[in-house]
């Protein structure tokens, strides 16, 4: 029996594979809407080092979630959940596919499964942030992997903000963080495909790509938002690349280093998005370096659009 209301498309997988692309294509195809999923891409002025597509290379197609933020203000899952999904809504009641598109796991998650997002507390999260200060992020680390070692196994124990608020949860909920992930339920009728070169092709694409931010003028680019406060964002200022550039500028930093560290790390940032998205069932994957694998991904996601109904 077909669902009610248009299916819902999701195109994932690791930075580099050629994601906001194939998002435009199938939009343009099927008569749909780009809900953008990655972290980064919310922050107006973040463009070369997030890779964002420009206005022509989204060809006319309507992109939500992207450039919604201040380089002031601080990403949240919970504030980007409610708003995703009302686009995705809203997208859907005119008879368009939502496509959402990015490689931040946790976003696409919020944006299209079943998820309640726990509750913060201000005065723990503080407690917590200087706790963090003063004992550095490995410590925090095994304490997240004492108190739940089901979360900081899908935690990277230098991302002491995620490991901060995985211990606030444990904190304020008295369950672990792992007790919040994801479930693999769709809250709409939903396709998803994932986009995965070989590894030895994503890293040379990453190498590529950064190399392009600099050339594109990222330093300059970080420079223009500092009157804007980037040093003040909790979240954009620590995103890879900004970090780097920001590093640069102070002089902590040759060009060399701050290129060279800023690879490294997307390259290891790669490999945690392949480890999120490769277990779901529901994904099928497609090499975007094979010819045609692109018209095969979009041929399978009209294929299901069919079958919908």
């Not at 005065?123 to 550095?136: I, M, P, T, Y």
Request: glycine fraction near 8%; avoid cysteine; aromatic fraction near 4%.
């Amino acid at each position: 029996m077909p669902a009610e209301g248009p299916l819902v498309v999701a195109v994932v997988g690791p930075t580099a594979s050629g994601k906001s692309e194939l998002a435009v294509r199938i939009a343009e195809s099927l008569g749909g809407e780009v809900v953008g999923a990655d972290a980064m891409q919310l922050y107006r002025g973040m463009d070369i080092g997030t890779a964002k597509l420009s206005p022509a290379e989204r060809r006319g197609i309507p992109h939500h979630q992207v450039d919604v933020l201040d380089v002031t203000d601080e990403a949240s899952v919970a504030r980007y959940q409610v708003e995703a999904r009302a686009d995705v809504d809203d997208i859907r009641s005119r008879g368009l596919h939502p496509v959402v598109a990015g490689g931040s796991g946790l976003y696409v998650r919020a944006a299209l499964d079943h998820l309640d997002i726990p509750p913060t507390d201000a005065d723990v999260r503080a407690r917590l942030e200087n706790q963090a200060e003063e004992l550095g992020a490995a410590a925090m680390f095994s304490l997240l992997a004492e108190r739940d070692p089901v979360a900081a196994q899908a935690i990277e124990p230098r991302n002491v903000r995620r490991v901060v608020r995985a211990l606030e949860v444990v904190e304020i909920t008295g369950r672990p963080f792992s007790a919040s992930m994801p479930e693999r339920r769709s809250l709409h009728p939903t396709v998803t495909v994932g986009l995965r070169p070989p590894r030895e092709v994503l890293d040379e694409r990453i190498d590529t790509r950064v190399d392009r931010m600099w050339e594109d003028g990222l330093v300059d680019e970080v420079r223009g938002l500092l009157p804007h406060g980037i040093r003040d964002g909790r979240t954009a200022s620590r995103a890879l690349g900004y970090a780097q550039a920001l590093a640069e500028i102070d002089e902590v930093m040759t060009t060399e280093e701050a290129r060279a560290e800023t690879a490294r790390l997307t390259r290891r940032y790669a490999r945690r998005q392949e480890s999120w998205f490769r277990p779901d069932p529901r994904t099928t994957w497609f090499d975007p370096t094979d010819e045609g694998a692109l018209d095969e991904a979009l041929a399978y996601v009209r294929r299901a659009v069919a079958d919908n109904g």
